[in-house]
Every structure is written in C-alpha cells, then in structure tokens.
Antibody, heavy 120, light 113 residues
Framework: EVHLLESGGGLVQPGGSLKLSCAAS????????MSWVRQAPGKGLEWVSF????????FYVDSVKGRFTVSRDNTQNTLYLQMNRLRAEDTAVYYC?????????????WGQGTLVTVSS | DVVMTQSPLSLPVTLGQPASISCTSS???????????LTWFQQRPGQSPRRLIY???DRDSGVPDRFSGSGSGTDFTLKISRVEAEDVGVYYC??????????FGQGTKLEIK
C-alpha cells in the first residue's frame, strides 16, 4: 500500500527557514516524480514544486523560486522541501503528492499534510 | 500561466440527485502528444485531496462509478449521477498540460440541501 508521510512543519518567524520531509513507502520511489502542493488556511490548492524521479529535474512556482529547494534521497525514499526566507504568505498546509507526469498525472497519492505557520 | 475557472463555486444538492461542476481553461489543454491532462480532485472536510479523475475521463481505482468526467479543449465537466452524503466537500479541477506550473481551479463546495 502506498503511503506518504510529511513532517517538519511548525511555527517560524518571517525570514526564517524550515525543512519539510515526506517519507514514502509501498512503491518504487525512484520510479516516480514527486510534487509539493500547499493550501493556505481556508483557501484552495496551489502547486509549489516538482522533482523528477531519477533525473532530479526541478521546477517551482514563481512565488517560491530562489527561496525553496526541493530534493530527494532515493536510498531513503524521502522527499524534502527546504524553505528559506519564509513569508507570512507561505503559511499553509504542505502536502507531498506522487506525480505520474504525462503517464498517470499528478496526485494519485497524497500525504496527510504538515502545517507551516509563518508569524512573529 | 493557464487559468482554470470553475462554476458554480457553491453547489447545494439534494441527496440522490445529480450534480455537475464546470471547469474552463484559458487555453486548450490538448497536449502535443494528443492527451488532455485535466484532473479532478475531491477534498472532504479535514482530509487531504483525493484524485477522482485524470486525463479528462479516466476514473481512479476505488472511485465510485457515479463520478464521471467529460469535455475537451477548454471546457470540462465533472458529474455525479446521484449525490450521497459522503460526497460533501470541495472539488477542484487541475491542468497538467501546460506546466510548470500545474494550476488549479478555485474549488467548488458541494453541500447537501
């Protein structure tokens, strides 16, 4: 059974940093791209970043470019999101989601999410 | 970026009645490979999103057959043939043709009358 488990969220001051993790199990992690999607309180879904399965290609939404870095460790079946220079508008629940790309599309499996609150 | 527009944003439905949600994209979602990457998600209260439909009309495993997707080009529809209580939540469309970025609709909140 596929399982994604995020961790690392919490309260951080504006300008601070946080690193999220997503532990994957139940599938061959390296065979799949992964994405991070966030949801601000009471708002809709916003795609944040993508990382390829083996080639490690990365993409970001414009609002986080230069501040967030997505990475993965295929030996540990873990996805990461390093978030620097955090802003109040980054406050959201962050989900990791499996990304099947042009084969099976984004989002067949999601984690339960981890809440990031940016506030002084 | 491709803008996804859903309607209605609020959808009160009587149990057992059909429901329909529209999603329109600001440009055609037909990819050069011939596929159309339009996805529908359901988010029940307090839960993570769940994918229902991908590539316009392919239903995910375990999704009841009362959910169906249709459309082409820029206009797409999610239909629920007979609404059940467990269908309450917010429904989002998303395009994956012209990415990055993936873009979502604003969400449609389905409630029981």
């Amino acid at each position: 059974e596929v399982h994604l488990l995020e961790s690392g969220g919490g309260l951080v001051q504006p300008g601070g940093s946080l690193k999220l993790s997503c532990a994957a199990s139940g599938f061959t992690f390296s065979n799949f791209a992964m994405s991070w999607v966030r949801q601000a309180p009471g708002k809709g879904l916003e795609w944040v970043s993508f990382i390829g399965g083996t080639d490690g290609s990365t993409f970001y939404v414009d609002s986080v470019k230069g501040r967030f870095t997505v990475s993965r460790d295929n030996t540990q079946n873990t996805l990461y999101l390093q978030m620097n220079r955090l802003r109040a508008e980054d406050t959201a629940v962050y989900y990791c989601a499996r990304d099947g790309g042009y084969t099976s599309s984004l989002g067949d499996y999601w984690g339960q999410g981890t809440l990031v609150t940016v506030s002084s | 970026d491709v803008v996804m527009t859903q309607s209605p944003l609020s959808l009160p439905v009587t149990l057992g009645q059909p429901a329909s949600i529209s999603c329109t994209s600001s440009q055609s979602l037909v990819h050069s490979n011939g596929n159309t990457y339009l996805t529908w998600f359901q988010q029940r209260p307090g839960q993570s999103p769940r994918r229902l439909i991908y590539k316009v009309s392919d239903r995910d495993s375990g999704v009841p057959d009362r959910f169906s997707g249709s459309g082409s080009g820029t206009d797409f529809t999610l239909k629920i043939s007979r609404v059940e209580a467990e269908d309450v939540g917010v429904y989002y469309c998303m395009q994956g043709t012209h990415w990055p970025p993936y873009t979502f609709g604003q969400g449609t909140k389905l409630e029981i009358k």
